[in-house]
């Protein structure tokens, strides 16, 4: 598979906080794989910060010193993540650290760093093309599938399904246990499936057991949602809304849609106390970034409306599981959010 990384003028630098030093490290061993000469040094990393911090280092000569103090200190803890992941993961990590100051790319790669990169590239699917973006979620999916296979009974089958196959499901009838995955995966189930992994390379996969509690295999039963869980998944819903709303709006024309679950989820809303509310707005809150930077459409600046609905709940019996529908009719494009609360299955019963 060919993975196209974007081009220099569009790999920009992100707009993440300083703070988030285990994505700053991806994106440095990212870098390392895009460059020429496949070498990142602190002082490029700093070199790209003053850059874009630029305005405010002109501000005189002592600020300057100080600022430039505080981004090298900074840089310097991204730097300390990649030697704990090299002295953690020495077999499979597929860079050197020269001097303590340059991350270099090995000059024979194995296997076993191949399996290192590709997982890389799946966590920085934003600085990809929109081909290997696709290919590449794919080809998580199909990597999924074996270790799957390791993790759950042997009455179990596992197989790919979907419009294109490229989903996993793990289908137990006789336990009468469904566990869906798609695009995204359970935390406690991506947890297994990471071990799984590890244990393969290492030729230990017979000794991979299944922990019923930790994968969090549920049986299915008849059991409705209770009222009040039903009610805190509306109101999740509605603050995703209205925190989407706000953020794009401020950048483009944004419309949100009134229909019978706009009115149901506001109600479900005013049920909750300023606590729960609270919660919920920081949540949704922490991850639009990265929706809208996953998704540039939908931020992107144009004289067409994009507008926001909630999908109503007869949608999921028909097999489309989002919550919420945003499209752009200009450009007939159209994306959905599957928002979940409390919730570790990726198709929820309701659908």
């Not at 200009?330 to 198709?347: F, P």
Request: with cysteine; hydrophobic share 40%.
């Amino acid at each position: 598979m060919i993975i196209m990384i974007k081009t220099d003028k569009q790999l920009k630098v992100p707009k993440w906080s300083k703070n988030e030093i285990n994505r700053w490290a991806d994106y440095i061993e990212l870098r390392c794989l895009y460059m020429d000469d496949h070498l990142v040094s602190k002082d490029d990393v700093l070199d790209i910060f003053i850059d874009e911090d630029l305005d405010e280092l002109q501000r005189g000569e002592a600020e300057h010193s100080l600022k430039y103090d505080k981004l090298s200190s900074v840089i310097g803890n991204y730097y300390e993540i990649i030697k704990y992941r090299k002295s953690k993961h020495p077999e499979y990590y597929p860079f050197d650290i020269e001097d303590d100051r340059c991350i270099v790319l090995k000059d024979n790669l194995e296997n076993k760093h191949l399996h290192y990169i590709y997982l890389l590239l799946c966590s920085s699917l934003s600085f990809m093309d929109q081909s290997s973006m696709q290919k590449i979620t794919h080809a998580f999916e199909k990597y999924c599938c074996p270790f799957m296979r390791l993790l759950v009974p042997v009455d179990a089958r596992t197989e790919l399904f979907g419009t294109t196959r490229d989903t996993i499901i793990a289908d137990i009838s006789k336990l009468k246990y469904h566990q869906w995955i798609g695009n995204a995966v359970p935390v406690n189930l991506a947890y297994e499936i990471a071990i799984a992994i590890k244990l393969y390379l290492e030729g230990k996969g017979s000794s991979v057991e299944i922990d019923r509690e930790v994968i969090d295999a549920k049986e299915v039963n008849e059991k409705k949602v209770s009222t009040k869980s039903n009610d805190q998944g509306r109101a999740y819903e509605y603050a995703w809304m209205q925190t989407l709303y706000k953020a794009i709006a401020e950048l483009r024309k944004t419309r949100i849609v009134e229909n019978s679950s706009l009115v149901a989820n506001e109600k479900a809303w005013s049920l909750m106390d300023e606590d729960m509310q609270e919660i919920f707005m920081t949540s949704a809150g922490a991850a639009i970034d990265m929706v809208l930077e996953l998704e540039p459409r939908m931020a992107e600046v144009d004289s067409d409306e994009l507008t926001l609905e909630f999908q109503k709940d007869g949608q999921g019996v028909k097999g489309d599981v989002r919550d919420i529908v945003i499209k752009r009719k200009n450009i007939e494009w159209e994306i959905g959010l599957s928002i979940k609360h409390n919730h570790d299955a990726v198709k929820h019963s309701k659908g």
